[in-house]
């Protein structure tokens, strides 16, 4: 049995196994130039495969708007169409995972991370709507968009992330987003 037998191994750790073993086997990217190129590829397929689904599903709403009984091909065409998108989205983030593994970074230690920072940015805005009397869901779209940027600015102020590569200066978004 390989590496990869075990059913205890989450999904990003069976990838790193499988990365390895690849690796062990001289299949492989060695060059992180190459890698990026491959997600960029691989980003471009799960879009479009993201945008083949939409049109289905808006073909399928509009049939069902006017009453139209949807053709089983279609139903056939969208179960098709989400099953691609699927697999699309599954080798980018096996490439993504890959990329982690070459610059010696662990991926679920990253996504925590991601996780962690858009908890508190997500506590900073449920805890301005409360004590504001305000309801997110009923906020329109430019002023949420506001209050995760200024959420997402002050945690980064109280968590003393490192500065960003492009050397970026962080300031509080202090306006008056009502």
Same mark, same amino acid.
């Given at each position: ?18 990365? +390895? $073993? =690849? ?11 190459? *890698?990026? %190129? /491959? !997600?960029? +590829? $691989? =980003? ?11 049109? *289905?599903? %808006? /073909? !399928? ?118």
């Amino acid at each position: 049995m390989n590496k990869t037998g075990s059913g205890s191994l989450s999904s990003i750790e069976k990838s790193l196994t499988l990365l +390895e $073993e =690849l690796s062990s086997l001289g299949i492989d990217y060695t060059r992180i130039k190459d *890698l990026w %190129s /491959r !997600i960029n +590829e $691989e =980003l471009a397929e799960a879009k479009a495969a993201s945008e083949d689904l939409a049109v *289905l599903k %808006s /073909r !399928i709403a509009l049939m069902e708007g006017n009453h139209q009984e949807v053709p089983i091909q279609d139903q056939v065409d969208l179960a098709k169409a989400h099953q691609v998108l699927e697999r699309e989205l599954g080798d980018l983030l096996f490439a993504i995972i890959d990329v982690c593994r070459l610059l010696q970074v662990h991926p679920c230690t990253a996504l925590e991370a991601a996780n962690k920072r858009i908890e508190r940015s997500l506590d900073y805005v449920r805890t301005y709507c409360s004590k504001e009397g305000l309801f997110p869901a009923l906020l329109d779209p430019k002023t949420l968009e506001k209050l995760w940027q200024e959420g997402q600015r002050i945690t980064y102020l109280k968590h003393k992330a490192p500065p960003s590569p492009e050397g970026e200066k962080v300031i509080p978004f202090s306006a008056d987003i009502r």
